[in-house]
């Protein structure tokens, strides 16, 4: 047998104290990692960590351990170094090898992530009912676990004693309970089931005393080797459930109820047995009726009813009913109490109960008798006749109801009618039998064959006699007799009862329909407007009989001047409902026939006439005629009276204008050349199908004569401009939109400031009336919208830095003039220089040129300029020296807010203060240009500084003698050369003809080149080039 050695190490990972444990089986060496401080224990073997260590010894660190056991020191410190314990064998140092191994576990080491949750509860259950408790188990493991859950129950009255196991789901998902709950398990009143991926559930049916404890669900985690063992990793315990459950009482108690206990003979009796037990749905009755010691039915816990042998044959008839009401109420009913139903009735319950070991024990309890007292039958019905009507119409229908109250066997009822004067004794007219067979007599049998009399059973205690197309013959009293039967005996042999008699009785008057026939017209609108509808409603009385119908007309009379007067006036057949029912149209149509319509009710009563889209053809006079036809036993008519209703007139006019524009009035300023927008708003019109004409004004100045048209939109969408549109030229720039039918909006484009006013719309309502015509119904102004243009807000801004420049005579001198800031982006400028001189130098200039002082050329004059058209010069600023190829004046614009000037040659006149002048321009609407601002810049102090005079200043100075030594004697010097060359010319062109004849060459001279400069600085200088002269 090999020794085993043991190497541990306590070590601090993740705020717990690892220990690793290196254990040798037979040569392999397998590490393990135990978590010893913490949330729970874990083991982890490391397949690649076992080793074959051959020949090595372990060095002095080492311990002898004897057997395979594990060390669990919590007590060491976490940071302490590496502790190898074990027994030496043949081997070496190993130090430096477990170091790499103890290296390679840490790496592998498993967090613990496994948590199990339960809420914290108290609950109370009684005996019997069921449980359900939940247990939430996760974990966030990576490596591959199994988990296994269980439910414990531990009794409060035994803490020490070790917990029950109710039932466990083992991590190979195999589920078992615990020795007392095997058998609940099997009968399936424990259950455990998974109802998501973390939760478990545990269900107890029936629960008994024994279950009642804390109840806590435990998981554990397990792992996998790789000798294939299996180790939990951490087990933990979920928070407990107080369980109470309350013992059951077995005990009941039995009590049978009735509304009375006296009863007559027919009358129904309902019994019911009321059982007074705790969970009686979970335990198992037999009721038990019984009467005077003989049994009426059984039923047991499945609810079905076993009849005893005497009521069978009742059952059968529908006369006995036992149910089961609920769980704890049974009923027995009868229907019809018979004199030998009197005596005592008891209910008997038997409860069957299970033992635990599979026995059934059987408890009975009987209520106490209960006495029912069953009187002799005795009649007590009563009787109520009711009639529809106790006057009607001839032809009407007569209905007579007669209802008996208080039965207890069937009934016959007699129908009688008595004349008004009671000359005659009454006469039968019909009955029914107490099995309902309706008998008539001979004088009303052929009437009822055609149906106008009927008799009817409507239900046990409800008789109907019916009289259609009442005859004034039919007057009278009628009287309805009502007699009551009893059965006695059993079948076969069964006889009928006469037990009491009641009657009642209603007189009926028939009106002749001609006594009440009226007709009248009426109308709700006598005056409507155009579009409008109206209904015109003619009443017929009496309400409509078949056998004495009504044919109704409408005439019209059309308003005019001729129809003024009545008597004028023609009425016309508008339309005619005929007593058959049918429409027949007149000569006279309105709306053309296509916007009238006819109705009449169902009674025939109310006959309509509806006029839609009214308009000028419907006004007038309108009336209605009924006649009254009567139909003979010929199937002839006959026309029985006839009658006209009063006058309608009905006006129709022109609707109320609700023509609404906004009339807010506003104020809007616009910058010159943008677009102005005027809007005018319907806020309301009379009708969705209104059209609109639109008409601009504008109105100028204060005080001015009227207001002018610019344009005019016409409800067909048409423009047409003003007179004023015209003067002003406003065609190319005024616009009209309609943006919706009850939106416009006038539009100026490259509004000028002659535009500036007060402008407003008048809108026109225009509604065509049902014939298709036009007319304008109403007009109105909008609001006033006061329009300013103005030209651009000035914001020309020049430089106004002020600077002094000081250059010695005959340098430049740069001015500068820049604009920071400008009105519009459209904006040009005209730039102007002026200067201003002091006085001595003022005195000098004008000594120099006129030997005098102008009175204003002593304080400013213009240097340059140059115009917005970039013209140079304009008509405010005169510049002393013209602009030229000689001019000093070097203008410059750099940017177009950035202009230079330089002066070249600088003279002590040139000094004094300089600033530049900048005229702002824009072009208005009508393409002209319009000065908008001017500004001047800062003071530039110039200071020149004279030369001290020499020859050659005093040359350059002066500029007559400049031209005198530089310039003349060039041009005198070339014509006296020019004179020399013609002399010569001339004398060898007088011997060329002899020199040539003898082939001699000639000789000639090109003309010099002659270069000089203006300047003082450069001396006029003749150069002769080669070959100029040959």
Known sequence: MSDNWVLTSNLPVERETRQILWHRREGAWTAAVM???????????????????????MGQ????????????DNRRSPHSAVQVEGKITSGGEMKEKIADEVKSTLDGIIADSLTVTAPVQTLSK???????????VSRTTMQHTHLSVGW?????????????????????????SGGPYRQRMAAGDLRLDKTSATSYRLTIHKLQPMDQGLLYCQAAE???????????????????????????????????????????????LELRCTIEAQNVPERFFSVSWVFSSSPVAVVGPSAVPVLGPDYVAREAAGHITVRKESPNVHLLKLQHLRPDDAGKYICRVTEREKTPTGDFIDRSKRSRNVQITVLPLKSNITIALSINSSEVLEGDAVQLTCSVQSTTGPLSVVWHRTDKQAIVPPEELASVDRDGTVWHSPAYRERSSYGEIRVEKMRADTFLLSLYNALPGDEGQYRCVATEWFQTGTEPELTWEKIGEKSATKTVTVKTVESSFSVSASSRTPSVTFGDSFDLLCLVKPRHNPRVPTSVTWRFMPAGPEAEDEEQGEFKDLVTFTREGTLQWGEQLLGLGTRTTVDRSHSNTNFRLSVTRAGRREAGKYQCSAILWRRNYDNSWSRVANRTSNLLGISVLQPESKLRVQKTNQSQVYPEDSRVRINCTIASQTSHDSQHAVLWYVRRATGSEADELLLRIERSGAFEYGAYADEERLRRRVQAERLSPRSYVLTLNRAESSDSGTYYCLVEEWLSDPD?????????????????????????????????????????????????????????????????????????????????????????????SIGHDAVFGNGNCSPREEAGPASR???????????????????????????????????????????????????????????VSTMHTVVCSNESLFYFVF??????????????LLVRYKGRSSSKSQEGKNGAPLLWIKEPHLSYSPTCLDPPALSLHPGSVD
Not at 126 to 136: A, N, P, R, S, Y
Not at 224 to 250: C, H, N, V, Y
Not at 815 to 833: A, E, T
Request: net charge negative; proline share 4%; with cysteine.
């Open 35 to 57: 978590a010893v401080e913490g949330r729970g224990l874990r083991r982890w073997n490391r397949a690649g960590a076992r080793r074959k260590l051959r020949g090595e010894k």
């Open 61 to 72: 660190s080492l311990e002898k351990r004897g057997g395979a056991g594990l060390r669990d």
């Open 126 to 136: 009684v005996e019997g009912d069921t449980l359900q408790l939940t247990c939430e």
């Open 152 to 176: 414990y129950l531990r009794s409060p009255e035994e803490a020490t004693a070790p917990p029950q196991e109710l039932v466990t789901l083992s991590r190979d998902f195999v589920l078992r």
């Open 222 to 268: 397990w792992i996998q080797d790789a000798d294939g063992s299996w180790f939990a990793m951490t087990r933990k315990q979920s928070e407990k459930t107080q369980l109470r459950i309350q013992p059951t009482d077995r005990d009941f108690s039995i009590q049978v109820n009735t509304e009375r206990r006296s009863f007559t003979a027919g009358e129904p």
């Open 772 to 864: 298709g015509a036009w007319y304008r119904l109403s007009r109105e102004a909008s609001g006033l919208t006061q329009v300013l243009v103005r030209q651009p807000e000035v914001r020309l801004q020049v430089e106004e830095l002020e600077s002094n420049v000081t250059v010695e005579e005959s340098d430049s001198i740069r001015l500068g003039c820049s604009i920071p800031s400008q009105s519009s982006r459209d904006s040009r400028f005209s730039v102007s220089w002026y200067v201003e001189h002091s006085l001595d130098v003022d005195e000098d200039v004008d000594e120099d040129e006129d030997g005098q002082l102008g009175e204003d050329e002593g304080k400013q004059e213009c240097v340059f």
């Open 889 to 947: 004046l070097q203008f410059e614009r750099m940017a177009s807010d950035q202009y230079s000037l330089t002066i070249q040659g600088a003279r002590p006149t040139d000094a004094g203060r300089y600033y530049c002048h900048v005229e702002e321009w824009l072009l208005n609407p009508r393409n002209a240009w319009y000065r908008l601002a001017t500004n001047n810049s800062g003071f530039t102090i110039v200071n020149v500084l004279q030369q």
């Open 967 to 980: 310039f003349y004697p060039f041009p005198i010097f070339g014509i006296l050369l020019i004179a020399l």
